[in-house]
């Protein structure tokens, strides 16, 4: 059975606390549903053209007030994106480093030459979820 993830970032600033990998993951032939249902979800009045859950969080970007939105239908809107998720996904998967341990203990490590990947958090915390997505492909299929 083929998996495949979807992933997301945050903590991609140097000033952040710690850099964040985390996803759900399902076979492939799951996301396609996953995208109706998704689409079907955002379609609904007052209509979203994406979702980021910061702009959810902060009544910002697609849920501006302006736009129809308030506390009960971003919530509604969340728990149906959530439901969603569910139904679709068989794992959900994260990574996490902080950015303070990273800067004193990984970014220090001698390299033979230095490079942006060497220098990102996200180059370790990447190559850390492939390694927890082929264990998974291994036990889940």
């Known amino acids: 059975m083929v998996m495949q993830a979807y992933i997301d970032d945050s903590g991609s600033s140097p000033t952040d606390p710690i850099f964040v990998m985390a996803g759900f993951v399902a076979p492939a032939s799951n996301w396609s549903a996953f995208s109706d249902d998704w689409q079907e979800a955002l379609d609904r009045s007052p209509g979203l053209a994406y979702f980021k859950?910061?702009?959810?969080?902060?009544?910002?970007?697609?849920f501006r007030k302006d736009r129809g939105w308030d506390e009960t239908t971003r919530?509604?809107?969340?728990s149906e994106l959530a439901r969603i998720i569910v139904k679709h996904a068989i794992l959900?998967?994260?990574?996490?480093?902080r950015n303070g341990d990273f800067d004193k203990h990984l970014k220090q490590l001698p390299f033979p030459k230095?490079?942006?990947?060497?220098?990102?958090?996200?180059w370790l915390l990447s190559h850390s979820l492939m390694a927890?997505?082929?264990?998974?492909?291994?036990?889940?299929?």
Not at 54 to 61: I, M, Q
Not at 75 to 78: A, D, F, Y
């Open 114 to 122: 230095r490079t942006r990947a060497s220098d990102n958090p996200y």
């Open 92 to 97: 959900k998967i994260h990574v996490s480093l």
């Open 53 to 62: 859950m910061k702009e959810a969080a902060h009544f910002s970007g697609e």
């Open 75 to 78: 919530n509604g809107i969340v």
């Open 132 to 141: 927890m997505m082929a264990t998974a492909s291994s036990t889940c299929g």
